[in-house]
């Protein structure tokens, strides 16, 4: 693989197997979406628009997700774009779920905080990608991975979204002085990170697709129905 350039060496150097995916699809819905997201908006107190803001996306993903579960080696190139919408997706959810802790637990009644989370969603979605290729495209990730950096991929992004961290803490704390809640809040916000990370997947998809030669050089198996392939 000497004809591969670093950049694609390192960004596809990680990729799983189809089988693992299936995994992956799984243990996302039901612990990132169902159990972290879904379960705590419709938990009492219950409140029907965030039911109804919560339903189209979260039955969508669901359908969508069932491709992976029972064909996953079919839809081995599709995954990664699933993975990407999966990530904006649940970030969205995680949003509600903020919005559910301040208008229904602490009661706030201004309309203002939730276009403020709104714009702190949309701002660390699109940070996250501008970021990413950046990193990408500049050769830090090759760096990292070469061990010529000293910092590492997970404590990068712990910085550079600190920021969203800080803000939503700045809110919750002006709005409530229950030590429960603000640290509900903190939880959601880092968790929310952790899922806008994933909706970088869409890029992945879409480098794969511009680059499918490099990427059967690398696995020659990649796209293949399981009885075709070799390697699993």
Known sequence: MKDIDDMTRVYLSNMQLPKENRRNVIGFLILLLDFLGLLPLLSIPFSSSFFWATLAPAVFIHVWGILYIVAPYKFEHSYYLYIGIFGIVNTYVFFLVIQKLLYLHIGVDSSRFFYIGLVLMVFLLVFIQVFHVKMLYSGTYVKIQNGK???????????????????????????????????????????????????????????????????????PDFGKLKDSRKFG
């Open 149 to 219: 950096s000293p910092l590492t991929i997970s404590s990068i992004v712990a910085f550079s979204t600190f920021g969203y961290v800080a803000a939503q803490f700045l809110m919750s704390y002006m709005l409530t002085d229950s030590a429960f809640m603000i640290l509900l809040m903190m939880v959601y916000s880092v968790v929310s990170i952790v899922t806008a990370y994933l909706s970088t997947f869409i890029h992945r998809y879409i480098y794969i697709q511009r680059n499918k030669e490099k990427v059967l050089k690398m696995y």
